[in-house]
Structure formats: C-alpha cells, structure tokens
C-alpha cells in the first residue's frame, strides 16, 4: 500500500490522488488531522486515519522532530516546533523572487558584453518578461541536477516528489512552466499581480499550489534564521535600486 495512491477528505471535499509520503507530511505540517477520512484501492472503505494500520492514534501523539524518517527525504532537517499548514507563501515568493533577480543580473551582464545597445535600448519590463521566460529552462535544468535552487537552499525549502525522491527534469520543466504561467501571469504588469494574488490565497487555503497538486510535487519546509530572510529579501531591492541609478 506504499505505493498506493491515497485520497483524503478535507473542507467537506475528496481530494487527491497523494502518495503516502505526501500525505504523512500532511499530517505532520497539521494539514490533516486523526479524524481526517482517508482511502485507498486496497481499502473496502472510507476510514479515520488514526484508525488505520499506518497511521495508528499513536501516531498522531509523537513528537514529529524525534520521529524517524523512512523514505529519501530522511536527511531533511524537519521543523521541530512549528508546522506550516498555510504552505508559507512569503518564503516561496522571495526565494523565487531572488533566483529570478540573480538570473536576471547574470543574464544583463552576458547580453551587455555581445550586444550592449540591447540592454540600453529595450525596457526594464521587457527585459523581466524575458529572464521570466528564459528562466523556466534554466530553473529546470539546476532543479533536475542539484534538486534546488539557491534561493530555496538559502530558505531551507526543498521540493520533492510524492514518494520523498528528487524532481527530474520533465517534473522540473512542467513545474516551471506552470508557475510562470498560473503563478506569475508571464511577468505581464496587473496579469502578473492578479496570478500572484489568487496563487497566494489558493496556497494559504489548501497549504499546496495548484502546480503541485496537479504534478504531484511536495515542498518541505525547514527552520531558517531571520537573517537569511532579510539577505534573500534586501537582495532584489538592491539589484532594483542599483539599476535605476545604473
């Protein structure tokens, strides 16, 4: 039944199909609870997941940060005293946001060593558009080889598949693609807020994105120091100010 696809009952819903991995990290981030109605192929019926042989009432008791792992994601350094049902969007956001902005510095100074009057001549919401774009490749390709991006490692974010394993690059490119697209509205100014605005409250909502839900993605959350947070933070502003008076 590991292998199992699983569905789960949650705001009066049947939702799913998740792996089982999935759904542990459900039950540990307080997305789900014991009383939480769950199923798979190799059940007769609907039942309580504290009833279950796999997630037993005791289950549900343990301190998760003491609890051993048993999949690929048993590395990972879990949150020991907070969950994240909400799927903090902030963290997301700045991360991404700082991948793009450094991206986007290494990009201008390629271009501007070839072609200098294409960076002087075309505008700033051209050259976003553009990086956004290109970026989609880019992104899929470090995710599929380092299985993160500088901006999720500094953040202590990982991605991962439903069964705990590393994204491969067909899994990266489909993620990429969608999150510029559903999350970002391609970068198009007032497009780009309302996708940001309705990507944001879908993930406060059910504590997953719509590009994860539908390609069967798991983000993992660890601890990160407040500093890390300014550094990823403060980083697009600078770039952004450095390039006004540029």
């Known amino acids: 039944m590991v292998g199992n696809a699983w569905f789960y009952i949650r705001d009066h819903h049947q939702q799913g199909p998740v792996g089982l991995f999935e759904l542990k990290k459900m039950f540990e981030q307080g997305v789900l609870s014991g009383e939480t109605f ?32 048993e999949n690929l994601a048993g590395q990972w350094k879990e949150q020991q005293k907070e969950t994240f049902p909400n799927g903090r969007p902030f963290v997301r ?20 060593i070839f072609s200098p009057k294409f960076v002087v001549t075309s505008s700033p919401i051209f050259i976003f558009i553009l990086s956004l774009i290109l970026y989609i490749l880019v ?11 500088l901006g999720k490692s500094i953040l202590n974010v990982r991605l991962r598949t439903m069964t705990g394993e590393p994204i491969n690059f067909i899994m990266a ?45 798991v983000v993992l959350y660890g601890q990160v120091h407040v500093s890390r947070i300014l550094f990823v933070s403060i980083f697009p502003i600078a770039l952004f100010i450095a390039g006004i008076f540029i």
């Open 139 to 149: 992104e899929a390709i470090i995710l599929s080889i380092f299985g993160n991006t």
């Open 38 to 69: 769950i199923w798979s192929k190799e059940m007769k019926c609907w039942q309580m997941a504290k009833s279950h042989p796999y997630f037993s009432e005791d289950f549900f008791l343990l301190d998760y940060a003491e609890q051993p792992q």
């Open 93 to 112: 956001y700045i991360a991404r946001l700082f991948d793009l902005s450094l991206f986007s510095l290494f990009l201008i100074t390629l271009v501007s």
């Open 173 to 217: 490119l489909k993620r990429s693609i969608l999150v510029t697209a559903v999350g970002m509205g391609f970068g198009v100014p007032l497009v780009n807020f309302i996708c940001s605005y309705f990507s944001y409250f879908d993930l406060r909502k059910n504590g997953k994105s719509t590009w994860d839900r539908q390609i069967g993605t």
